[in-house]
C-alpha cells in the first residue's frame, strides 16, 4: 500500500491533455517569440499572420465550398487547424486554461479517448455553426469551441449526478449560464464579437455526444427511450 505521505496532493493531469495543451501554449510561444524576433529571422514576424490565413476557419470559405460543391482538403483541414491558433498570448493561455481543467473533469470521467472525441467534434461544429450564420471577413481561431464542448459534456456529468441525487437538474447548466454572462458584459466594453455562436455549437455538441459517450449512455439512453 502507498503510504500517505507519498501520495501527490495533486491529481496527475490525464497525458492526452497535457499533449493537446502542450501542443496549442507551444504554437503560441512560437508566434510569440518570432513577433518579438527572438527566433525566426525577420519572416519570423509575420509567422502569426501566414498561418491564420492558410489554417484559420473562414466563413466565407464555408460558403464558397457549399456553393460550389467543392471541398479540397487545404480549406477541410481548417476545421480542425484553427483552435491551435490564437490572436495573442492572452487568448491562448485562456484557451489552455479552461482545456487543463475542463479536459482533465472530462477525461477522467469517460476516458482520454472521449474527451479528443468531444474536444474536436465541438471544434467542428463550432466552426459549421459560425459558418452557416456569419458572413465575416475576420476567421474563426481559438481552442473555445473544442473547450465549450468539453464544458458541454462535464454538464452532463453533472446533470446526470444531480439526478441521481433528487435534486435540481437546472443546476448542472449554471456553468454556462456564468460564462455566457461574463461574454456578454465583456461585449458591452470590448465591443461584440460573434465568436460566442461557435462557443454555443461546440457546447451543444458536446452535451449531446456525451449521451453517448458517458460510460453506459447508449444503454441508459435505450432503457429511459423504451421506459417513456
Known amino acids: 500500500m502507498t503510504h500517505p505521505h507519498n501520495e501527490s496532493p495533486v491529481n496527475p493531469l490525464p497525458p492526452v491533455v497535457v499533449a493537446l495543451a502542450l501542443v496549442i501554449f507551444g504554437i503560441e510561444l512560437l508566434f510569440n517569440l518570432g513577433a518579438r524576433g527572438l527566433i525566426g529571422g525577420p519572416e519570423a514576424i509575420g509567422w ?28 477541410l483541414v481548417r476545421l480542425l487547424a484553427y483552435p491551435f491558433l490564437h490572436w495573442s498570448m492572452g487568448h491562448a493561455l485562456f484557451g489552455v486554461v479552461i482545456l487543463l481543467a475542463m479536459g482533465k473533469m472530462v477525461a ?20 459549421a455553426v459560425f459558418g452557416i450564420t456569419r458572413d465575416d471577413t475576420l476567421p474563426l481561431v481559438g481552442a473555445f469551441p473544442g473547450d465549450f464542448a468539453l464544458i458541454g459534456a462535464f454538464t452532463y456529468l453533472l446533470w446526470l449526478r444531480l439526478g441521481q441525487a433528487q435534486a435540481p437538474q437546472l ?9 455566457l454572462g461574463i461574454r456578454f458584459v465583456l461585449g458591452l466594453f470590448g465591443g461584440t464579437d460573434y465568436f460566442w455562436m461557435a462557443d454555443i455549437g461546440g457546447f451543444v455538441a458536446g452535451f449531446a455526444l456525451s449521451i453517448l459517450l458517458v460510460p453506459g449512455g447508449l444503454r441508459h439512453l435505450i432503457a429511459r427511450i423504451r421506459r417513456d
Open 48 to 75: 502569426r499572420a501566414a498561418y491564420v490565413q492558410q489554417f484559420a476557419f473562414s466563413a466565407r470559405i464555408w460558403d464558397w465550398m457549399w456553393a460550389t460543391g467543392q471541398f479540397p482538403p487545404e480549406h
Open 171 to 179: 443546476g448542472a447548466f449554471r456553468m454556462i449560464g456564468v460564462l
Open 108 to 127: 477522467e470521467a469517460m476516458g482520454s479517448t472521449a474527451m479528443l472525441i468531444l474536444f474536436f467534434s465541438g471544434t467542428v461544429v463550432g466552426a
